[in-house]
Structures are given as C-alpha cells and as structure tokens.
C-alpha cells in the first residue's frame, strides 16, 4: 500500500470513540512520513502527548491547531471546525478490558501489579534537602499519582534478551484532603 492511500478506519472500534478529523490528522502524518517525535518537535509538545490529541484525548490551543496544521499540510480552519475551543476532550476510549494486545498488557500490568506499586507510593521515603546540613524524610503517604499533572515517556533499551520497553510516568503526588 502507497502512503497516499493509507487510510485509518474511523468507524471500527475503539475509532469510533474519536473526533472524525482523527482519521485525517492519521491519514495526513502517513502520507508524510512522519512520526508523533517529528510532529511533537514542530509544535513543541511532547510525542505521547501529541499521539493522545490524535486520538481526541488531549486539548490542541488554537496556535497548536496552526502549528499542526502547517505540519501536516491541512487546512487549519478544518482542523478547527472539529477540534477548536468548542471541543473538548472525551478521554478513555475503547472497551474494557482493552482487546489490543498492547494497551491489554498495559491494563494487565496495572491489574497484577497495581495494588503492590500503590503500597510503594504510601510508604515510598522521599529525601527532600534543605541546604546543605538538615535532611527531612518526607513520606508520601495516602494520595494518588496525577494523571492531569503527568508526563509519560517511551524509550527503547537494547538488552542481549530481545529489546526492552521502558515506560515512565512522571506524574505529580496529590494527598487525600481531611476534613
């Protein structure tokens, strides 16, 4: 199949749950060549972030609309129409659990591991300096990890056992309030 007819099926589940102008957005970044980095770069976001406004779970500004369009090479008013201030975010989308293989395992990993990586967030000890001479241990303790404060990465890391995945989530702590 040419790039020119590369075609992204925007009724076929989990597609179905996404803006119609994803299908466009998908169409146009094949046809380029380009990737979420190369698209991320031109408009200074980064590259999940990008791939999460393809798929209509993330808020593109008005200048980022611009900017994206002049990538892509799409008109901006049709970006607009779809995505501009009156568009907002319907963010989770597909079944649950999730079928694609990749995100199931992701779902998996929150599943067998989840209730072990909370402990660790409860108890973690975190050393926080003040100057030089006084140290303070700091725990945690009852909160959630931000996934609206949160910054995902996706780097590859060559292992003589086949390629590994490391995924980062960089997200802030927010503690239980009392009242």
Known sequence: MSQSSALVPSTDRPYSDIPPISATLFEAKARKGLTFDDVARAIGRDEVWVAAAF???????VEEIKQLADVLGLPSASI?????DHW???RGIGPMPPTDPVIYRLYEGVLVYGHAIKAVIHE???LIFFGCAKIDFVQ???GIMSMID????????PDPKGDRVILTFDGKFLPYLKW
């Open 124 to 126: 973690k000890v975190v």
């Open 55 to 61: 798929y209509g779970q993330a808020k593109l500004s």
């Open 88 to 90: 907002w975010p319907n």
């Open 140 to 142: 945690f303790g009852d």
């Open 150 to 157: 949160c910054k995902i990465n996706v780097a590859k890391k």
């Open 80 to 84: 607009q129409d779809y995505l501009g």
